[in-house]
């Protein structure tokens, strides 16, 4: 990844860049892969490295298929959600996913099926949030965390979205709120 001709990180050629976050250097660190498992690990686990190098592995992908597909500074007051391309889901309180060394497959997040297919996506969430749920096909459905159950670290997760046979869940986010001043100066 280049920024303004300054190499951030060396990504093989079939990698990719995930994430990134800002942290204080005494986080700790969550990631999420497809198959719905999550690893968390002390940020001071990953050493320090110069600008051209590859990182150190955060988390155990080498099932075929699996992928890392988020990751997270791990706040034990907010809940991480889940999301499965089939449409379901659930949030988890951060406390039920324990610090452990990186680079391992992590403990399980969400059982999976075949109805349910595997994680679309993941991000830490707090009460009174509202996120977008979005398929392939484009649909958009508009959700208050609220809403979401809370359910313990292995469970199934309930129905969030409803989707057609031929499409699927294929991205979670945040709704950002924008103020009346960030507003005004938009035309059009």
């Known amino acids: 990844i280049k920024a303004d001709g300054i190499i951030a990180i060396n990504i093989k050629d079939d990698d990719e860049l995930v994430a990134v976050r800002l942290t204080d250097g005494n986080e700790d660190i969550i990631m999420i892969s497809r198959s719905g498992h999550a690893v968390r690990f002390k940020e001071s686990q990953a050493r320090p490295m110069g600008r051209s190098t590859g990182g150190v592995r955060g988390m155990n992908v080498a099932k075929k ?11 034990d007051d907010a809940d991480l959600l889940v999301v499965t391309q089939g449409g379901y889901g659930k949030r988890t309180p951060m406390s039920e996913y324990p ?30 949030e509202e996120l977008l749920f979005m398929s392939q096909n484009g649909m958009v ?30 991205a979670v986010a ?15």
């Not at 298929?65 to 706040?75: D, L, P, Q, T």
């Not at 997040?109 to 349910?116: G, Q």
């Not at 945040?174 to 059009?188: A, F, I, K, L, Q």
Request: net charge negative; proline share 1%.
């Open 174 to 188: 945040r709704v950002m709120e924008s103020s009346d001043e960030d507003v005004e100066g938009v035309d059009g």
């Open 65 to 75: 298929g699996n992928e890392v597909i988020a990751m997270a500074v791990a706040k």
């Open 141 to 170: 459905q508009r959700t208050r965390v609220d809403e979401i159950s809370q359910y313990k670290r292995a469970a199934q997760g309930v129905r969030l979205m409803n989707i057609k046979d031929d499409d699927c869940v294929s």
């Open 99 to 128: 610090v452990k060394g990186r680079g391992t497959m992590g403990v399980l997040t969400i059982k999976l099926t075949d109805k349910k297919g595997e994680l679309a996506g993941a991000l830490m969430v707090h009460p009174g």
